[in-house]
């Protein structure tokens, strides 16, 4: 079994759809293929337009639903005959209906429940794979088209669901189709309670994931516009370059701190099946692209990858009379966790006088609310200092597996950019020594990710560092 994954640029027109079918054609692995597909570029961003200003009485979210169709009748008309394009366009047609019938329910009412805005977002993903099932079949590539709902089974929270694995694999196991190739849209489930589910924004990832695990697959493929894992984003480092190998562990790390070709949860339940990860371009099928695996080849390079999270705040609890007193890190984390609020960084000094995470910006006011209100008497009695917002921040993260054989690099880093006048806010490094994070101010991210690319990817001839050991 080879499972394969299309993002949204890799279905985003008429053309990227049939070089995505140039792609599968050009496999001719012998086995089955399942081929998950997000929805078309920029779809989920619209639809979730449409249901907010359905939510804000707000009519021209009838003008959204217009344009989305007319995108996706545009692709049919380029990808198949018009001569069969009925059953296809009829089948399209009668999802925009749906979708009208839903948010024209929101406008009435004025309202909106997030199982509505899941229903409403897994739209995307069923007008794509619906018509890349078609435009396969047309183009000699015969295909059974699934509904990824009746196979993922998930919790309830709709709108960033975690799937029952084993229910899940087991679904898998039972209904798959015997087809030699397999179409599903990607980012969609369903509760136990038969409600449709959503797995977070480039959940699409984490279908494929799961239907390899599921599957026991060979081999996962994510196919996107990019040439695999950079060594950092290219967009701050022009230097940077495409990551031969990587292991499970040094991904994670990566995708965690912003590498967005790879969605975090993805990895997982790769790991737990030992299943490799083939990272590649859609568009540049010829590039070798990043192998993820458990036992990528031996390189020279220490440090595998330079990750950075824009937008954060950082939020300090200090205090002479924290020294000590058990409790107060549990009571900090459980007052953020009671928000749904996800902390990126964690450092505490080792006297206990403070500890400081790091969150997203758009979290930070709400953060510092619930954490002024669980300290609100400790703060009275002077026991606990107010607390202290600082935004807009980044956290840069040096990752590699290799790091904890390599004496020097933490020295390295801080040297360097104490050298060029860049204030370190904060550091934190994994008992692993696979990951050196630090938090430095938003205007210094770039130069500071710049310096370190260089310093430590790019060779004193100009050349890439990655070498065969």
């Known amino acids: 079994m080879l499972v394969l994954k ?13 070089q995505m079918a140039s792609v599968i054609r050009d496999k001719n692995y012998p086995g ?22 359905a939510e804000a009485h707000d009519d021209s979210y009838q003008d959204l639903i217009q344009e989305l169709e007319k995108k996706h009748m545009e692709a049919i008309e380029q990808l198949i005959p018009m001569n069969i394009q009925i059953d296809i366009k009829g089948r399209i047609k009668l999802r925009f209906r749906e979708l009208e019938d839903v948010c024209k329910g929101v406008f009435l009412l004025d309202e909106i429940s997030d ?11 069923l007008l794509s794979s619906a018509i890349v099932s078609e435009a396969f079949q047309y183009n000699g590539l015969p295909n059974k088209l699934i509904d990824s709902r009746d196979f993922i089974v998930t919790d309830s929270n709709y709108l960033n669901a975690k799937a029952d694995l084993v229910k899940t694999y087991q679904q898998i196991n039972d209904k798959l189709p015997d087809a030699a190739l397999i179409v599903a849209p990607g980012f969609i489930a369903r509760s136990e309670s038969g409600k449709t589910t959503v797995l977070g924004r480039g959940g699409s990832d984490y279908t494929a994931s799961l239907y390899a695990a599921g599957t026991q697959a060979d081999l996962l493929e994510i196919w996107s516009d990019v040439d695999g894992m950079y060594t950092t984003d290219p967009r701050k480092a022009k230097s940077a370059y495409s990551i031969p190998e990587l292991s499970y562990e040094e991904a994670m790390e990566l ?8 969605y975090p949860p993805t990895i997982s339940p790769l790991v737990a099946a030992q299943i490799p990860l083939l990272l590649k371009n859609t568009f540049n099928p010829s590039h070798q692209g990043t192998l993820i695996s458990n036992n990528p080849a031996p390189s020279q390079q ?16 200090s205090g002479n009379v924290m020294v000590g007193v058990p409790g107060i890190a549990m009571r900090m ?3 953020v966790a009671k928000e749904n609020i996800n902390i990126y960084f964690i450092t505490q000094s080792s006297s ?5 995470i790091g969150l997203a910006e758009a979290d930070g006011n709400r953060a510092l609310k619930a954490l002024s209100a669980e300290f ?13 917002l600082e935004a807009p921040m980044s956290i840069i993260a040096l990752v590699g597996n290799g790091m904890i054989q390599q004496p020097g690099i933490a020295g390295t880093t801080f040297s360097l950019l104490g050298d060029n006048n860049i204030n370190i806010r904060a550091i934190a490094q994994g008992a692993t020594e696979r990951n050196i994070s630090f938090v430095v101010q938003a205007d210094d991210a770039t130069k500071a990710v710049n310096l370190l690319h260089d310093t430590f990817f790019i060779s004193k001839t100009g050349k890439p560092e990655f070498a065969e050991a």
Do not use: W
């Not at 399942?34 to 200003?53: H, N, Y």
């Open 32 to 53: 089955k293929m399942v081929v998950v597909v997000s929805a078309m570029s920029g779809v989920t961003d619209m639809l979730i337009k449409c249901f907010q200003k």
């Open 376 to 388: 609100e008497e400790d703060i009275k009695q002077g026991t606990i200092y107010p607390l202290n």
């Open 255 to 262: 995708a965690y701190f912003g590498a967005k070709v790879l």
């Open 302 to 317: 220490v440090i595998k990858g330079l990750s950075c999270i824009d937008n954060i705040a950082m939020i300090t609890l």
């Open 6 to 18: 299309f993002g949204g640029t890799s279905v985003a027109n008429a053309n990227a759809i049939m």
């Open 333 to 335: 984390f459980k007052a």
């Open 115 to 125: 199982s509505i805005k899941a229903r409403v977002m897994a739209y995307g993903e």
């Open 352 to 356: 206990e006088h403070s500890i400081t």
